[in-house]
Structures are given as C-alpha cells and as structure tokens.
C-alpha cells in the first residue's frame, strides 16, 4: 500500500491484449502516487481467470481498486468481491449480472464487427483427449477493430502479439457480480468496434455506475491514457479512507 494510504490499483487486461495495453496508464497512476499492479490474466475460463485475480488480491495490504478493460471487466465483476476490494472501474467492459454469461449479455444487442473477424484454433489442454479453442482476431483486421485511434506502428505489434481467450470464458456464468456492493465506475468507448458500445451502456446502467463516455476505439487505455488514469482516481479518491 502506498505511503499515502490510497488504495493500490489493480490493472486487469482483456481479450486479446496483455498488461502491456495499460502501458500510457501505469505512468499517470504512478505520477499520481499510485501503487499500481497490473498481472497477466490467463484467459482460459472466466471463474478460473476471476479466482487468480482474486487471489493476487487477497495477498496486496490494504485497499483495492480492481480496473478491468474489455473481458477484464467480467474478471472484476467476479473478483470484486473480495474484502478488500473498495471500488470497481470498467472501461470498455462487461458488466455481468449475477448468473449471466459474457455471450448472454453480448447476445442482447447486434454484433460488434469483431464477430467476424474472429479466429478459432485448438490448443491441448492437459490431462483431456478433447482440446480447448483459442479465440483471436485476424491479424489483418486487428487495428481497424481493436485499435483505430492507436498509433498504427503499435496497433500492427498488438496484433501480432494478441493473449488469445478460451472460448469457454464466454459461456461460464459469472457467480456473483461484486457491483451491487461496490461503488463502480463505466466508461464506454463510444467508437468500439470490438463490443458494441449499448452494451457496454446497457451493463453500466444497470449496475447504477457513475458513467462517462470517451470518443474512442476499444483500446480507450492506449487512446486516451490522462482520461482513463483520471477516472481511476476518481474512483480512489471516493473510496480512499
């Protein structure tokens, strides 16, 4: 815990990218004095990746407030209910109800144009005769989807360099949703082309969350790196005690 008393923030990545996506954050945070932690999410199945988050929790002295881009806003929706977790903050994320699956929520509202730019490959999993599927985007759609507002030189290393999700993450239903006790911040990238922008609305209205809206592809963390790191201590600030 920082020598302020602030909570630590906690970074939790999303589909198809790694911690290296809040790259342009974690310096504004850490300007503000901030401890940060930013941990790579397995990406193979929604209670698996929430119980390794929320076991690096557990393990951090002091408050928490759990960030969660894209599929890391399912990850925080189930870990969030740890003690020590004081606020949620989603960006560009899924908000999911208690019982509700990522591909249920998705399902309410038209296709993103991620839907068919997506990739299907089968990897072992250990122990099984019947192999898991990796889901990622196509390489060449990639910027446009994911990242039309990044620096194309980067956007170009993000897509070779994609953190494949299991395609059983968007069928298991979350277990909990740690927003109805936890004070919670949403933004919406109004210009996503990766989960359609209603719903992400739809999950922070019915979670009652505090909700801004940023002009921004997906990737809003590397677009719009001082306005994320100010929602994040907005949302330290109001929970700090």
């Known amino acids: 815990m920082s020598s302020s008393g602030s909570p630590t923030v906690v970074l939790v990545h999303g589909a198809f990218a790694d911690a290296s996506s809040f790259s342009r954050v974690i310096p504004e945070l850490i300007a503000r004095g901030l401890d940060v932690v930013a941990p790579a999410v397995p990406n193979r199945s929604l209670l698996g990746d929430a119980a390794y988050i929320a076991s690096l929790v557990r393990q951090i002295p002091g408050p928490v407030v759990l960030v969660g881009h894209s599929y890391g806003g399912a990850v925080i929706t189930v870990a969030g209910a740890e003690d020590n977790v004081r606020a949620l903050v989603y960006l560009a994320g899924y908000a999911l109800e208690k019982g509700e699956s990522l591909g249920e929520l998705q399902g309410r509202f038209p296709d993103s144009d991620l839907a068919a730019a997506l990739v299907y490959t089968p990897f072992p999993i250990e122990g099984s005769t019947t192999p898991g599927t990796d ?3 196509r390489i060449d759609k990639f910027p446009s989807i994911f990242a039309a507002d990044v620096d194309p030189r ?5 897509a070779v360099s994609q953190r494949p999700l299991a395609a059983q993450a968007f069928t298991e239903a979350a277990p909990v949703a740690a927003w109805k006790t936890k004070p ?6 109004s210009a996503d082309r990766t989960i359609n922008p209603d719903v992400e609305r739809y999950g922070y209205q019915r979670a009652g969350m505090t909700t801004v809206e940023v002009d ?10 001082e306005r994320v790191a100010e929602l994040i201590h907005e949302a330290v600030r109001a929970t700090a005690r």
Do not use: I
């Open 184 to 189: 919670s911040w949403g933004l919406v990238a």
């Open 135 to 137: 889901v990622s985007v």
């Open 216 to 225: 921004s592809s997906h990737l809003v963390m590397l677009a719009h790196p």
């Open 154 to 158: 980067l956007a170009s290393v993000l």
